[in-house]
């Protein structure tokens, strides 16, 4: 909105008095009053207070001690702040936004292998067989094809593994 159509809005243009009002005859005494005020400054050059004798020589003041000064830049604080800094990175290395599903062609074989060796003990592996379906030649003269893979893994029902 204008300046010119906010006055109109307000009328403010129709107003004639400032508001300010100065007493009766103010500038008639006016100028009596302060040559007799620089007179009187002129005459007296002491403002009339005096300390005693003596006051500021045995005059002592207690200063406190230092107060503490807490930086900025404390264990505390920069422990604070990197641990959000290594959320904030962790929250987007994770690949939150990437909703891709992962197949199994993503996963490493050795990956896989170091997960069994880490993760299961040998008597976990060894209750699964028994003494007589071990042999060496059986796991290295054995070849399995994808599609009996896949249909092994297809007739297993889940529940019957996690009921045990």
Do not use: C, W
């Not at 006055?7 to 007493?23: A, D, Q, T």
């Not at 207070?49 to 107060?67: A, Q």
């Not at 962790?90 to 062609?105: A, C, E, K, R």
């Amino acid at each position: 909105m204008s300046r010119k159509a906010n006055m109109k809005k307000e009328n403010i243009h129709n107003i004639k008095n400032s508001g300010f009002k100065v007493p009766q005859n103010y500038f008639e005494g006016l100028e009596d009053s302060v040559l007799a005020e620089a007179k009187l400054k002129n005459l007296v050059s002491d403002s009339g207070f005096k300390t005693p004798e003596g006051y500021l020589e045995n005059f002592s003041v207690s200063i406190k001690k230092e107060t503490k000064v807490i930086s900025i830049f404390s264990r505390k604080n920069m422990l604070f702040v990197s641990s959000i800094a290594a959320a904030i990175v962790l929250f987007f290395s994770l690949n939150v936004f990437n909703n891709s599903p992962l197949t199994l062609n993503d996963l490493d074989i050795t990956t896989v292998e170091d997960y069994i060796l880490d993760e299961t003990e040998l008597g976990d592996l060894a209750s699964l067989f028994q003494d007589n379906e071990l042999s060496e030649s059986q796991f290295i003269d054995y070849s399995l094809s994808d599609e009996t893979l896949d249909n092994y893994l297809e007739s297993i029902d889940v529940n019957d593994l996690y009921s045990e």
